[in-house]
């Protein structure tokens, strides 16, 4: 008899737990509700990771937009754990916050998250990831990887019509389960539709956003095809895969010199605006932070202030090149970070 | 004096006194702690850890260790999302689907743990490195069944089990008074006690031990199914990475409830309070908007205090 | 006369309340070998751990050479100049024999190890001992006896002042016995002193000048050698009066059989054992410590593997049973050390008295009547006289020796034995307690059950047992019935030894 009394006792203080939540919900009632008596709002702001720089970058820019807008911060990183973010949103909506920014792991298992957001009322931004189909309402802002990857292609079609030959292309291709992966390889299919006189695509590397897999994939299309000249991988973070593979086949050369395979990139992180300083990288799409931060702030904004906001914000992103580097360096988070 | 903080540490109830301690500190501290919708909150998290935590109470009743309880979860989870999933599952839109992955998931958690109890009790291995290794050999096969990717759309009858607390607190208590009965009022639980204590002893006195290993694992391996019903529903995602970084909360929560590690001393009760100061600490400080890694500190420092006291009073009860 | 070697002074020294050593004061002149003689368990062990540092006595004091000698530890016993040779060796068999001789104190120069001097100097050593070894030679590679050697010019290298040899000769063949005697008389006329430690008592009044016999924890003689008879001396290790009381016995052997063992042999262990044992009896097991009685009784029990021989319980074959279904069968076994595998020391009283009999009060789904578990352990804590100052849920840990001893066998009890195998049933226990256990064993034989009974105490055997088996290196070497109890016949057969003192007794 005794274990079960012990048993009980957590679950009774539990209960005591609520009996004393109920009298400051009474009072706090009014904190719920948002209207501060100072007037600043409370942003909660949940990121799934911090472990790549691009996140980082995104989290900073973010939170310094907050702050310019007087909005108090509240921060939780989940560790790549969707069960810890839902508990960290609800705990954000237990501390009464006005809005929540949140970059979920993926775009299902955010769902019950952004449904407790819709429950208490509070509106909620995905940043970067929109939220797959679903009833329950979120904003989504996300780069428009189609348009940036086929503009990217396209300057590097650029390049390749200048040489004058015809050239042979591969493309590095991420996890096909990703829109944002999806979006990417239709921008870069779209591009080479419209240049079929001068780039044929012998090599489809399947990645699946792992590196080991990317290098031995892009050793293997290279050993079938020598003569590839001109590669495009789908994010960044490969490029470092991709490059040991062309330094093993003894191709990775500067722009201009014999035996330059044309490299584009999608993301614009540090390293390959640094290639992009070094002269050997040609052009890479970059998602432009700082307008995601600007954006996603401006909706949760928004949304508290009851106007409408649509579904799904892009960033048209841009191109950053050898001809513009200079001009755009400031916008490309990549030159930032370090 | 030593003798009050003797009484103090030994008795069963320090955790619970701790936890009421705290949780009034917290009332007052974090903004937000002591209303009805975060005692929902910490009760809603409590419940898958206080799920496995019951298991492992058990296993660690006979000085054994299940490494492998969150890749159990994961597995498991992976399983029965993929009967039900309405994306190509194995039963998608039967009637039965629901019931019969359920039952496949305890299955395959019950043999699971089943296969470290063998390895174990009949090969005589440590527990340490035979669920260190179920735990990455699982692992890997849930990545392998589903090339890393999560499993969503689960119908609404699988998700009943997430998004009613009170399906979920009631499935928990049943665990964890069934878990607490079976330390303290069966036959196997006397024997998994002997076991733990002094197992020449057990030996001499005619206790299978090896029987008493194989169904403590198996246990352990069936309430991590348990748990990964209730997470599975409630974040309507099979994964196989689910609870993946949650480990240490589990074996946590059993030490810091005064179970010890040395076997012999382990009580279901106890193990509900540590749950309990563990989900405390780890809402409060996220009330308090300390980041993640200084709430792991929390945490990690907790647990280090509790680990401290077994050894303390393992050696008071040498003397 | 010149100052002693070594003066002890009222050494007394007690386990867990028991004493083991009482008033033990003696002088040692430099150059006298001492022998030390007594019976398992008199204290000679104790006696030698405290000279050597491992244990600190209670009281008393000693002196090493007019100073005040209270060793620490085994590595200031060393210091101070005993070298302290044990039954077990203690040399690294992975390193050289030089090494082994150096290990503490290399010769060097600078930091670098002198190779040259230390192979000279080894051979030195080696020469003194009489070994014809390379001193590069690894120990693993040497036999027992050379060993035995290496360690004594391991100690003649430390200039030991005092030599102890515990039980040296065990392990040796028969050659190495006359070289490490030839070298051990050397030695004597070297004026080197030695304590010998041995159950071999004409080794010991052949080596020795002066003899030490130890009984109960007490020196009962201190004569020189010539003047003790080794009859004399197995009387006085044995010779007590029946000091302690015995309960009258009420059993009779039945008829029936209850265990019959035949020719149960296990390599190394036990060699074709044989005998019966009937309801009601009480047989004793005698034999000294490693003559294979403890081992004997775990393979009765099925804790440790047979090769051959056959074992029957009521005329049912049970050899090939486990450990809990020979005690489904009615089989009991109150092991050697309850600490080790008798007792839950950390547990209740409760959980340690049902722990073998819980199944029987279990219904078919698994739970335990506790109610009446509950009542019928309680009986039995009255029935063996329990004393528990807190109940049934009072930790065995908190309980005295005799207490433990009460659980254990009120744990075997409960399950109403046809067979209870006993090991050292009282060691470590109060004589009150002891009584107790005598009569309870009794009772237990009035009931039907044959008991089986270790005991290095020969005295304990004889006063409750209907008959003893003497063993000795494995084999069972003599059987005495009752009338026939005679003290000294059974340490002879024990220890081996006819051969020493035949026509003698």
Known sequence: MNGIFKLLGPCVLVGLLGLCGCRPAATGGSNAAGSKPDGRLTIGVAFETLQTEYWVAGFEAIKAELTTRDAEVLEAIADSDPNRQLRQVRNFITRGVDGIIMVPKDAKSCIPAIRAANDAGIPIVLFNRP???????????????????????????????????????????????????????????????GNQDIVEVVSRVPSEWNQEKAQAGVVNGLQAHPDISLIFTSSDFLLPSIVSALKSADKYHKIGESGHVILGGFDGDATTFKMLEEGYLDATGVQDVYF???????????????????????????????????EMAPRTWGANVR | MLRIVRRIVQSGYLTLVLSFLYALLMAWAAPGFATLANATNIVDAMLPLLIVAT????????????????????????????????????????????????????????????????????VKMPPFIVTLSTMMLVSGLSEWMTQSRSIYNLPDSFLFFGKNIGVAFAIAVVVAISGQLLLTRTWLGASLKHIGSNPATARTSGIQIERGILATYAISGCCAAIASLLITAQLETGSPVQWENNLLDIIGATVIGGTSLFGGRANVAWTACGVLLLTLIDNSLNLLNLSHFSIMMAKGGVILLAAWLDTLRNRWEQQ | MNQPLLRLRDIGKSFFGNPVLQNISFEMQAGQTIGLVGENGAGKSTLMNILGGVLAPDSGDMELFGNTYCPDSPRAS?????????????????????????????????????????????????ARVGLDISPGTKVQSLSAGQRQLVEIAKALGEE??????DEPTTSLTDHEVRKLFRLLRELQSQQVSMIYISHALGDVKELCDRILVLRDGQVVADKMAADLQIPDMIRLMVGRQLDRLFPESKSQPGESIVLEANRISQPGVVHEISFQLRAGEVLGLAGLMGSGRTELARILFGLEPMAEGELRLLGEPVQRL??????????????????????????????????????????????????????????????????????????VCTLSGGNQQKVVLGKWLLNKPKLLILDEPTRGIDVGAKFEIYALIDQLACEGAGILVISSEIDELMGICDRILVMSQGELKDELQSREFNRERILKSALHADAIWEGDV
């Not at chain 1, 931060?293 to 048209?316: F, H, N, R, S």
């Open chain 1, 131 to 193: 939220a797959g189909e679903t009833d329950a309402v979120s904003v989504a802002i996300q780069a428009d990887n189609f348009r940036i990857a086929k503009e990217t292609t396209e300057f590097l079609l650029e390049q390749a019509r200048k040489t004058g030959q015809k050239h042979k292309a591969m493309i590095v291709m991420g996890d096909l389960g990703d829109v944002n992966a999806i979006g990417r390889k239709d921008g870069f299919d779209a591009a080479v539709a």
């Open chain 1, 292 to 326: 995601e931060a600007e954006q996603t702030v401006q909706a949760v904004m928004d949304l508290i202030e009851g106007k409408d906001v649509p579904p799904l914000i892009e960033d048209p992103g841009f191109v950053i090149h050898q001809g513009n580097m200079q």
């Open chain 2, 55 to 122: 298991g492992q109470t058990i296993v660690l009743m006979t000085a054994g260790i299940d490494l492998s309880a969150t890749a159990i979860i994961a597995l498991t989870s992976v399983v029965g999302a993929w009967i039900v999933t309405g994306d190509d599952g194995l039963l998608a839109e039967h009637p039965a689907a629901t019931p019969i992955a359920i039952l496949c998931m305890l299955l395959v958690g019950s043999l699971v743990g089943l296969g470290n109890g063998m390895c174990i009790a009949w």
């Open chain 3, 78 to 126: 060393a210091r101070a100049g005993i070298a302290f040779i044990h039954q077990e060796l203690n040399l690294f068999p992975n390193l050289s024999v030089a090494e082994n001789l150096f290990l503490s104190h290399f010769p060097k120069k600078l930091a670098w190890i002198n190779r040259s001097e230390l192979h000279k100097r080894s051979q030195e050593l080696l």
């Open chain 3, 160 to 165: 030991a002042r005092l030599i102890i040899l």
């Open chain 3, 322 to 395: 486990s450990v809990s279904q020979r005690i489904n069968k009615g089989m009991a076994m109150l092991t050697e050390s309850r600490r080790v595998d008798g007792l839950c020391t950390q547990d209740s009283a409760l959980a340690n008295l049902t722990m073998v009999v819980a199944k029987k009060f279990t219904s078919r789904l698994g739970w335990i009547r506790r109610r009446s578990l509950h009542s019928s352990a309680s009986q039995m804590a009255e029935a063996v006289r329990l004393n528990l100052a807190e109940g049934m849920n009072q930790a």
